[in-house]
């Protein structure tokens, strides 16, 4: 075999005469219909053995054998060189399919462009939104192993019965890497951050080389992310008018400010955002057209009417409840699906009577404390003194380096809010035995920034997690904490108290991400409801729409709320199921439900927030 393919056909040609040429002649030798004579029987003993070896078995003069065998040994170059070259093309495209690096002929699908810790949360979002469906299909394109990548992700999301997971090799930046995803026939399409910041150039060149892969024809809807918001308006550019651009580090910061002010607001954050359960949908319901918005909020059993799309595409998120419902308009619309939101059968049961009309109480003054310092503490703190009211004062606790970022923070919140700075490591039990934790309202931890080489971001905040934890234990005495994740597996192995909400960044962006490839609409709503300013997700005690004590269906809660100004999704019981338990949440309750409001029970509701004043 060392000596080249013409010795090695030699010996093979050698080798099949060794076995076949006696195997003939046994068969000539021992067959009845034999010829008698010895020329004969060598002639026979030749065709058998042509035949086998496909030799042509031509008897007669020498020069006729001769060309025999040319013409069989031509003609077995011929097959071979044919099947040699069918099995090299099949085998090309199994190492192509293996390497996913052929083409995808899907339609309607979704892609994921990127990989990064968003990854597998957007894909198992992806893959619960496309069930309900008789067939669908995720297309994930990384510059990783094809079977690493279906591997990992397999083990998080599991086997999908109805929708396709296909997993494609290459640089999500080459155009001819695009291409053979079919973007240009694609339902939507994501384009996910990297984890390092500093790399958000490669996302705006993704998105640049997505536009090229379209040429003139209409852009396929696409959703991005960024971290560093200097390459935000190069990102919007690069998507297009069709597309959304999300700011990583904006998010996490105006959540994070959201649930220091209200404890328990993540939990329905994580409720609207999450496919799991109730999410937000757009329906059509011809028969309300020309009636008031009031009339909409308690039409539905098994949804909460939250707002209005209209036809030109703007959206109404709790609009004036005399605003009409116009001819073309979509209801925005809190549901398990768009198949639950049905009509209800009859009017529903409103108690009057049970009613009542406390408007919201105005944020009052706070005293919060922030351990750990990061490049989103900035904005968490300009998110603060947005709401402040007079009196309240935010405690920072960090290292004796950070003094200079502090103060020029608390500058560009322009004052509002007294920032005063306190010099330690909150990962030290003496820091934070030397603090006075409970006379603090609220406690956010934030987590060093990712950087290479060093430990995972979350180590330290589980370890200024786990003292805050002995404190408790301590002192007996509950603490609401706001707390930034950057991995939600750490959240589950997280020592804390029920009072503790997670602001789990990549997760959070994955579920933003994965909701509005989905529907275009939500991006204008989700930018709202996040916003300082305008509409956002509210805990107001339940008193404020109905008597305490008394029993009274959801639907009279609705109608409550809806006279205030307010649209009511759901509600949080005053007590929890057990000791040590979170209290429990449901969105989007069955509006005929009849149950009695206890004073501490909260309603979930979308509003316009309070404006700050002393307390």
Not at 65 to 70: A, E, I, M, N, Q
Request: proline content about 6%; some cysteine.
């Amino acid at each position: 075999m060392a000596r080249g393919t013409s010795t090695l056909i030699c010996w093979l040609a050698l080798a099949c005469l060794v076995v076949v040429v006696p195997l003939s002649a046994v068969l000539v030798w021992t067959d009845d219909r034999a010829p008698l004579s010895l020329g004969a029987k060598i002639g026979a003993v030749w065709r058998s053995t042509g035949q086998t070896l496909r030799l042509g078995g031509e008897v007669g003069p020498p020069q006729r054998v001769l060309l025999s065998v040319l013409l069989a040994l031509i003609a077995l170059l011929y097959v071979s060189t044919v099947i040699s070259v069918i099995t090299t093309g099949f085998t090309e495209k199994l190492i192509d399919l293996r390497r996913g690096h052929s083409a995808v002929v899907e339609s309607g699908h979704t892609i994921v462009l990127g990989w990064s810790e968003q990854t597998p949360t957007v894909v198992q979002e992806l893959l619960a939104a496309l069930a309900h469906r008789a067939a669908g299909t995720v297309v994930v394109v990384a510059d990783r192993d094809k079977t690493e990548m279906e591997e990992e992700l397999r083990a998080v999301v599991g086997h999908a019965f109805r929708t396709r997971l296909i997993c494609r090799s290459g640089r999500v930046t080459d155009p001819a890497v695009l291409a053979r995803v079919g973007p240009d026939t694609a339902r939507a399409v994501i384009v996910l951050p990297p984890d390092d910041p500093a790399l958000d150039a490669e996302t705006v060149k993704v998105l640049l080389a997505l536009r090229a892969v379209a040429g003139g024809a209409e852009p396929v809807p696409v959703v991005a992310a960024v971290r560093d918001d200097r390459y935000l308006a190069a990102a919007r550019l690069a998507a297009g008018p069709r597309s959304t651009v999300l700011e990583t580090d904006d998010l996490t910061a105006r959540l994070l400010a959201q649930c220091v002010q209200q404890p328990g607001l993540s939990h329905a954050h994580q409720d609207l955002l999450d496919f799991a359960g109730a999410e937000f949908h757009t329906v059509d319901e011809p028969s309300l057209t020309g009636r008031p918005f009031r009339d909409a909020l308690t039409a539905y059993r098994t949804s909460c009417v939250v707002g209005v799309v209209r036809a030109d595409g703007a959206v109404l998120l709790n609009p004036n409840r005399a605003t009409r419902i116009r001819d073309g308009d979509r209801l925005l619309v809190v549901a398990e699906d768009d198949a639950s939101t049905v009509l209800a059968a009859g009017p529903p049961s409103v108690d009057a009577a049970v009613m009542t009309s406390l408007p919201a109480a105005p944020p009052r003054a706070r005293r919060l404390l922030l351990l750990g310092w990061n490049r989103r503490a900035p904005r968490v703190l300009a998110q603060l003194a947005l709401h402040a009211a007079p009196g309240s004062v935010l405690d920072v606790v960090t290292g004796q380096r950070r003094g200079s970022a502090v103060a020029a923070a608390a500058a560009a919140a322009g004052g509002t809010l007294p920032v005063v700075l306190r010099a330690g490591d909150p990962a030290l039990h003496e820091t934070i035995d030397a603090l006075d934790v409970d006379a603090y309202d609220s406690v956010m931890v934030l987590g060093p920034d990712r950087r290479p080489g060093l430990d995972g971001p979350d180590d330290r905040t589980l370890v200024t997690l786990l003292l805050l934890r002995a404190v408790e234990q301590r002192t007996g005495r509950g603490l609401f904490v706001a707390t930034e994740m950057m991995d939600d597996r750490n959240r589950v192995i997280a020592p804390v108290g029920p009072g503790t909400d997670f602001i789990v960044s990549g997760r959070l962006l994955g579920l933003l991400m994965a909701q509005i490839s989905q529907n275009g609409h939500l991006a204008v709503v989700f930018e709202e409801l996040f916003s300082a300013t305008g509409n956002s997700v509210r805990l107001r005690a339940a008193r404020h729409f109905v008597r305490a004590g008394c029993e009274a269906s959801f639907a009279t809660v609705v109608a409550s709320a809806g006279r205030q100004g307010a649209c009511a999704i759901g509600y949080r019981t005053a007590a929890a199921a057990g000791p040590g338990d979170e209290r429990r949440m449901f969105i989007n309750p069955d509006q005929a439900e009849v149950r009695r409001w206890a004073e501490g029970d909260e309603v979930i509701v979308i509003e316009q927030p309070a404006p700050p004043h002393d307390g």
